[in-house]
């Protein structure tokens, strides 16, 4: 069975839809003069910043992600909702000595800032973010990194996310993907290997595992 999981942050373990709309819409409206569209808003999750900022157009690049980080950032310390099963899950793996990563399109400070990821936090071995690597989700890179400084081999590993991003990232990287259906908004092009109702299904895949090996 698998050694260590992976996992996203946005929309797998902490419900951001509602503030990421916002806090982009918000950035984007001083240029647009409107709120973004839901296919504009589209182009910008599960992607650094900057990268999603260039995506929707943005003229003044730097500016746009510094209202886009003022409003998120504020959200953050306010604390986001923690999907329902999700601390279980993690207390669950770490009695059972299952390592867990972090691979996400975050950067350190939108980790750091996030009140309600803190109480996660030390479940975590490594984390991986966005200055971690040069190339970034639906690429390998932040897999492979993280397959690197825990000296865990790909086969030992699994990812669980919620986006189309998270899934090629996994098999990019040739490991198994579980896809967090309590987050996804949209599961076009997605083939996991597992697809999970709720965190605890996360749980029943090593019971599983534990009841084939008796």
């Given at each position: 069975?698998?050694?260590?999981?992976?996992?996203?942050?946005?929309?797998?373990?902490?419900?951001?839809?509602?503030?990421v709309?916002?806090?982009?819409?918000?950035?984007m409206?001083e240029e647009?003069?409107?709120?973004?569209?839901?296919?504009?808003?589209?182009?910008?999750?599960?992607?650094?910043?900057?990268?999603?900022?260039?995506?929707l157009g943005?003229?003044?690049?730097d500016?746009v992600?510094?209202?886009?980080?003022?409003?998120?950032?504020?959200?953050?310390?306010?604390?986001?909702?923690?999907?329902?099963?999700?601390t279980d899950?993690l207390?669950?793996?770490?009695?059972?000595?299952?390592?867990?990563?972090?691979?996400?399109?975050r950067n350190?400070?939108e980790?750091?800032?996030?009140?309600s990821?803190?109480?996660l936090l030390?479940?975590?071995d490594?984390?991986?973010?966005?200055?971690?690597t040069v190339k970034?989700?639906?690429e390998?890179?932040?897999v492979?990194?993280?397959a690197e400084?825990?000296?865990?081999?790909l086969?030992?590993?699994?990812y669980?996310?919620?986006?189309?991003?998270?899934y090629?990232?996994?098999?990019?990287?040739?490991?198994?993907?579980?896809l967090?259906?309590w987050?996804?908004?949209?599961?076009?092009g997605?083939?996991?290997?597992?697809?999970?109702?709720?965190p605890?299904?996360?749980?029943?895949l090593?019971?599983?595992?534990?009841?084939?090996?008796?």
């Amino acid at each position: 069975m698998y050694e260590l999981v992976i996992f996203d942050i946005d929309g797998t373990m902490i419900d951001t839809e509602k503030v990421v709309r916002e806090s982009y819409s918000y950035a984007m409206f001083e240029e647009l003069g409107r709120p973004l569209t839901d296919r504009e808003l589209s182009l910008a999750y599960g992607i650094p910043t900057m990268q999603a900022v260039e995506r929707l157009g943005a003229r003044d690049t730097d500016a746009v992600a510094r209202r886009y980080f003022d409003s998120l950032f504020k959200a953050f310390r306010a604390g986001v909702d923690i999907f329902e099963g999700i601390t279980d899950a993690l207390e669950e793996l770490k009695k059972r000595g299952i390592k867990c990563g972090i691979v996400t399109s975050r950067n350190r400070e939108e980790v750091s800032s996030d009140t309600s990821l803190k109480s996660l936090l030390k479940y975590f071995d490594h984390v991986v973010c966005a200055e971690d690597t040069v190339k970034h989700k639906p690429e390998a890179e932040p897999v492979l990194r993280l397959a690197e400084i825990s000296g865990i081999g790909l086969p030992g590993m699994m990812y669980l996310g919620d986006t189309l991003y998270d899934y090629l990232c996994a098999k990019n990287a040739g490991i198994d993907f579980a896809l967090a259906l309590w987050g996804a908004r949209n599961t076009d092009g997605i083939e996991p290997d597992y697809m999970l109702e709720k965190p605890s299904g996360l749980l029943d895949l090593f019971r599983q595992a534990d009841s084939n090996d008796k």
